[in-house]
């Protein structure tokens, strides 16, 4: 495969993620691999760590959690469909991270925005929707 390093069935962790397209540049793979957010077979790990095929990956980006197999190794960042061949992900991780992608689609739950009693400006606001200005008492009596 194209990209291979000169070390035949290894090459450096954060180049892979890059070539992966789980980060888009180089230097931010190395800043998630130095934070912890990406592991290797359970482990935390530096980004010059040499990986191989069947070593398992778990990514942690933004909201989102990928648990993966590398199935080829690659230092060349090419087109999406090319960088998809390069790991297989788990099952139970697409499932999770696909929950989590509907979740985010339909927004949080207005609850969640809330942050203590609201100010005489969100009060006046609320007093301006028309579902509060119809009295259904008022319609009762005619």
Same mark, same amino acid.
């Given at each position: 495969?194209?990209?291979?390093?000169?070390?035949?069935?290894?090459?450096? +962790?954060?180049?892979?993620?890059?070539?992966?397209?789980?980060?888009k540049t180089r230097s931010r793979a190395q800043?998630?691999?130095?934070?912890?957010?990406?592991?290797?077979?359970?482990?935390?790990?530096?980004?010059?760590?040499? +990986?191989?095929?069947?070593d398992g990956v778990s990514v942690k980006r933004?909201?989102?959690?990928?648990?993966?197999?590398?199935?080829?190794?690659?230092?060349?960042?090419?087109?999406?469909?090319?960088?998809?061949?390069?790991?297989?992900?788990?099952?139970?991780?697409?499932?999770?991270?696909?929950?989590?992608?509907?979740?985010?689609?339909?927004?949080?739950?207005?609850a969640a925005a809330l942050k203590g009693r609201?100010?005489?400006?969100?009060?006046?606001?609320?007093?301006?929707?028309?579902?509060?200005?119809?009295?259904?008492?008022?319609?009762?009596?005619?």
């Amino acid at each position: 495969m194209p990209g291979w390093s000169p070390r035949q069935g290894v090459t450096r +962790l954060d180049k892979w993620l890059w070539a992966a397209r789980f980060f888009k540049t180089r230097s931010r793979a190395q800043q998630a691999v130095a934070a912890g957010r990406v592991k290797v077979n359970g482990e935390r790990v530096k980004p010059a760590r040499e +990986l191989r095929v069947g070593d398992g990956v778990s990514v942690k980006r933004e909201s989102f959690d990928w648990s993966v197999t590398v199935k080829n190794l690659s230092e060349k960042r090419g087109p999406a469909e090319e960088a998809r061949k390069l790991y297989e992900e788990s099952e139970a991780s697409r499932v999770e991270r696909e929950r989590r992608m509907d979740l985010r689609r339909w927004g949080t739950e207005p609850a969640a925005a809330l942050k203590g009693r609201p100010t005489k400006r969100d009060r006046r606001l609320l007093e301006k929707l028309p579902i509060l200005q119809a009295d259904p008492a008022d319609d009762s009596e005619s």
